[in-house]
C-alpha cells in the first residue's frame, strides 16, 4: 500500500510546486488523483470522499500563512486531514493492565498475542496469556510453543469447550501477572455467538484495552467487521498485522475509522520480534515523503 499511495500522493502535491495562489483546479486535480490511489489501496469509499471534501474545503477556504507557498500550505492540510483518518497516536501505559485481544480467525490474533507478550516483557512488564480460542484446534499449542519460548505463563485448557470458564480460570491462575492478555476465538465470519462469547468475556474480564486485529489484506470487508466488534465490545485500538506483505492496507484503515481509536501496533513478519509501535506521525511523513 504504501509505496504506491507514496507515490502518488508526492505526484499529485508536485504539482502544486512554484504556485503562486490556491487555484481550484490544481487542488481538483489533486484530490482526483489522491482519491484514485486511496481507493486503489481500498480505502472505503465513503471516507475517501468525506476526507476528500475536507482537504478541498480547506485548501480553497483557508488563507495562505504567510511566507507558506502554496505546495507546503495544501501538503500540510493533506497531513492534518491523514492524521486526523488515522486517529489519534494510541497511549499504552506500563502498568498492570489486561488486553483483550479480538478479530476473525487468521487475522493474526494469536501470533499477535504472543508478539505483545514479548513486546512488553522487554519493557520490563510481568506478563501472562490467557488462550481462550477453544474453536480453533492448535490455537492453545501454538501459543504455548510461542510463550515458552520467551518463558512467559500462559493458562488454557483445550478440553474446556466453555471460554467464560477458560478465562475465569485463568484469571486465577495468573493473578500474580501484571499483564494478562487474553486471546479470543475468531471465526471465518462474524457469527452471532462470536459476538456474544466475546461480550461475555469482555464482561468478566473487564479489560484495559479492548484491541482489534485486521490483517492488512481484508478489504472492504474490515469495515463491517471493525463495526460489529466496536459495537460489542468497544474497540479502542487497532493492530494492522501482515504488513509486511504485499496488502495494500486500506481496509484497515477504514477499519480504524469506524471504531474512532487509533492504531496501537503494526505487525511486520512472522517472528515473535515482528511487531512496531505504531507512530502516525512518522508513517505519514514517510507517506508523503
Ligand atoms: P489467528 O487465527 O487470528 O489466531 O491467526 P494466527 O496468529 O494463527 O496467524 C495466521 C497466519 O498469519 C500465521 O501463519 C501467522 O504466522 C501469520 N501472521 C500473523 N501476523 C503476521 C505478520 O505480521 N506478518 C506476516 N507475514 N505473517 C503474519
Known sequence: MLDSLSTSLKDAVKKLAGKAVVDRAAVEELIRDLQRALIQSDVNVKLVMQLSQSIKKRALEEELPKGMGVKDHVLRIVYQELVSLMGPETELELKPQKILMAGLQGSGKTTTTGKLCRYLQR????????CCDNFRPGAFVQLQT??????????????????????????????????????????HALEDDLIDEIMQINDAVKPTHRWLVIDAALGQGARDQAKRFHEAIGIDGVIITKMDG??????????????????????????IDDLERFDPDGFISRLLG
Not at 496488502?247 to 501496533?265: D, N, Q, R, Y
Open 146 to 187: 510461542l510463550c515458552k519460548k520467551i518463558n512467559v505463563p500462559i493458562y488454557g485448557d483445550p478440553n474446556e469447550k466453555d471460554a467464560l470458564t477458560i478465562v475465569r480460570n485463568g484469571l486465577s491462575a495468573l493473578r500474580d501477572v501484571e499483564v494478562i492478555i487474553v486471546d479470543t476465538a475468531g471465526r
Open 246 to 271: 504485499t496488502a495494500k492496507g486500506g481496509g484497515a484503515l477504514s477499519a480504524v475509522a469506524e471504531t474512532g481509536s487509533g492504531i496501537v501496533f503494526i505487525g511486520s513478519g512472522e517472528t
Open 123 to 130: 519493557k520490563g512488564m510481568k506478563v501472562g496469556a490467557i
